[in-house]
């Protein structure tokens, strides 16, 4: 490929004003894309001292969007900083906490584990649901927050490893299995925690199975292999759910509420029957989600389905909450609690 400079001189017949303007053209380029570069270099520097700011020991995992292409970003240049702010605004007026759902044993009363699900506290105690995943998700760092989620939760929930019956079960996104030496990095932390491997649940969506079937299966088997529960999160909701039962082995599967909004028809009614009795084909555990009306709960009881998860009997709470709960009804029915009830 023959040099600009020279191809201009030859352009115009052996003259230097062509190589003169082609060394123009090159700086006026220059000068048009070098603050676009600039700014993609900021955004893959300040996503990492971004992520690692959010708390002291927030992140240990390499950038992940280091090994993208330089072109991909300039879509998403205000975009990307647009969901920076948003996040840095949320962490000055206040912390990102965790939060603990109930599922209710109704056969016994019990409590048999807890979802753990991400909120923000603002300085003046309000929680607010978590929108700002979606801002985590542009900036290429939702795996080192759900990292950052299982870490957090087994420090909190060690005072239940004492009971043997206690779960404790985290939410995965999908390209978080994806994440090199993920299965090592779950164990190490288990190891350095309370509880067991039995004690620990991931729930995961279709959206992971989706993303890469080959890897997810072999990280899903190591999980397992382990002693580490899976759980299939919001069955129901996508096209290819009942695809994946019988490709992969769950031990628990989560009825989407979207199943539950239907039961006051009869053909909502028989597709819910129909779903439960495919799950039980499985083996897998049925949990029924997004419970909360008298109706509902009886529906759920005839239909054999004996995991409860609900404001009907507990809306997310904090964990010491969580642990005031279990004390109370461990080995006994369920006692109401006003407070959690809708």
Not at 48 to 61: G, M, R
Not at 67 to 72: C, L, M, V
Not at 157 to 163: K, S, W
Not at 319 to 336: E, H, T
């Amino acid at each position: 490929m023959t040099p600009p400079l020279v191809s201009g001189y030859i352009a115009t017949g052996n003259m230097w004003t062509g190589a003169a303007l082609q060394l123009v053209i090159i700086l006026v380029g220059v000068l048009i894309y070098y603050p676009f570069f600039k700014q993609m270099d900021k955004i893959n520097n300040t996503n990492v001292l971004f992520a690692k700011s959010i708390s002291d020991d927030f992140f240990n995992y390499e950038n992940v969007e280091s090994g993208r292409e330089i072109g991909d970003f300039f879509p998403e240049i205000t975009c990307k900083f647009a969901a920076q702010k948003r996040i840095s605004d949320l962490r000055k007026t206040g912390e990102f906490v965790l939060y603990y759902q109930p599922q209710v044993d109704t056969r016994s009363g019990v409590i048999r584990s807890v979802e753990v699900l991400i909120r923000h506290r603002s300085v003046s105690g309000e929680i607010t649901p978590p929108t700002f995943l979606t801002d985590f998700a542009k900036l290429g760092l939702m795996s080192e927050l759900d990292l950052w989620v299982v870490e957090t939760a087994l420090k909190e929930v060690a005072p239940m490893a004492q009971h043997s019956q206690f779960k404790v079960s985290i939410n995965l996104s999908p390209e978080t299995c994806l994440v090199p030496n993920f299965t090592k990095s779950v164990l190490s932390m288990i190891n350095k925690s309370a509880l067991s491997y039995s004690q620990v649940e991931f729930e995961i969506t279709e959206d992971m199975l989706i993303q890469d079937e080959h890897r997810t299966y072999q990280v899903l088997c190591s999980l397992r292999e382990a002693g580490i529960k899976i759980a299939l999160d919001d069955f129901g909701s996508g096209y290819s759910s009942i695809g994946y039962l019988s490709k992969f082995d769950f031990d628990k599967v989560k009825i989407d509420r979207s199943l539950v909004l239907n039961l006051n028809n009869k053909n909502g009614r028989e597709l819910f029957r129909l779903t439960t009795e495919l799950i039980k084909i499985t083996g897998a555990e049925t949990v029924a989600e997004g419970i909360e009306t008298d109706i509902e709960l009886a529906f759920m009881v005839d239909q054999d389905i004996n995991l409860i998860q609900g404001y009907y009997f507990y809306k997310p709470m904090p964990f010491y909450d969580v642990v005031k709960l279990y004390s109370n009804n461990a080995q006994k029915k369920l006692l109401m609690d006003d407070h959690y009830l809708k």
